[in-house]
């Protein structure tokens, strides 16, 4: 049965309830004047309301009632009949790049919603090849490029180390250097992100204090920000032990702590702090760069997003560091955040579960 023809029929059947009902009352009416006719008469009815007090009477005593259970089981049918688009739609909005194998349920019933769901659910797995695809190419392809890399890597450093060269050529060798080094990196990242999209990031928990990490961070980071004059200063650092994996946690605070440093301006500042909120340790980091505008702080975890700021300036970067940073944290059941302060600051903050709170 369709949509359509199924709220008909639930439409009919409240109308049919109410007219019953209105149906019902009348005899009843009906019923009593004739009663009272045999029993005393006609002067016995002359001596009872009117025909307009008895018609009031029947839309009083029937027609409201009638109206009111027409609306109570038309909202009970409507809704049973619309419970399948509430189920679709959140459905729908529960859908994401984690969910994509699970199929949404369908009512069995045939009607269009039912059809809806299956071609949803078709959908849901071209997206979900689509994306293995893309992962598996982009995990495969970073692997292959590591080899030749490499090789051009070693080859332009024995060109420097066994051949003699004039300044000018020297100079063109280490850059081509440069270039391969800032290209392994990206290789190394993308690769690192599509482990993590499949799933195959391997983390070797174990009981990590935080706060020792960050204090180690803030002073590789002043070393970081010397070159450009940028104040390094660690207003907060409670002790917080975390259940997690220490080499992927240092790479998470470098990776925010560089990009603290050169998304800043000239002479600026980094705060930093790592504070017990609850249950939750929070590490935030603060810089005086430039702020991205509303629109773009939503994208800043994109993978290769670079803010109009970044494009315009000398800042290097592959705008993948965030990318990675929220990996990270996810992959640790925590979750990070960026923001502006009051101040015009930019913030990053994320949290973890604290030692022995993980559910």
Known sequence: MTLLKRILLYYSLTLLGSLALVGYWSWV?????????????????MHQNGPLEEALEIVVYAGLPAVILGLISGVFLMRRALRPIQDL????????????????DRSGNGDELDRMAVV??????????????????????????????????????????QEPADGAVREKVVSMIEEVQRLSHIVGQLAF?????????????????????????????????????IEVSLQACQPCGVNADRMRLRQLLLNLADNAVKH??????????????????????????????PEQQARVFERFFRGDTAHGSETEGSGLGLSIAQSIVEAHGGQISYSTT????????????LAGQER
Do not use: C, W
């Open 29 to 45: 009416e009906f019923h009593n004047q004739i009663e009272r006719v045999r029993q005393g008469g006609i002067e016995a009815v």
């Open 89 to 104: 739609t959140l459905a729908l909005e529960k859908t994401d790049v984690s969910n994509l194998a699970e199929p949404v």
């Open 120 to 161: 949803f659910n078709h959908m849901k797995q071209r997206l979900g090849a689509s994306f293995t695809q893309s992962r598996e190419f982009t995990l495969h392809a970073s692997h292959e490029l590591k080899t030749p890399l490499t090789i051009l890597h070693g080859t332009l450093e024995q060109m420097l180390t």
């Open 193 to 229: 992100l599509a482990r993590a999209d499949a799933g195959q990031m391997a983390l070797n928990k174990e009981a990590v204090a935080l706060d020792e990490l960050v204090r180690d961070l803030a002073d590789e980071a002043a070393i970081l920000a010397a070159p450009r004059r």
């Open 264 to 293: 800043n301006r000239e002479g600026g500042s980094v705060q930093m702090s790592l504070v017990q909120e609850g249950q939750h340790a929070v590490f935030s980091v603060r810089n005086t760069g430039p702020l991205l505008p």
């Open 342 to 353: 009051q101040d015009q600051l930019t913030l990053v903050t994320f949290r973890l579960l």
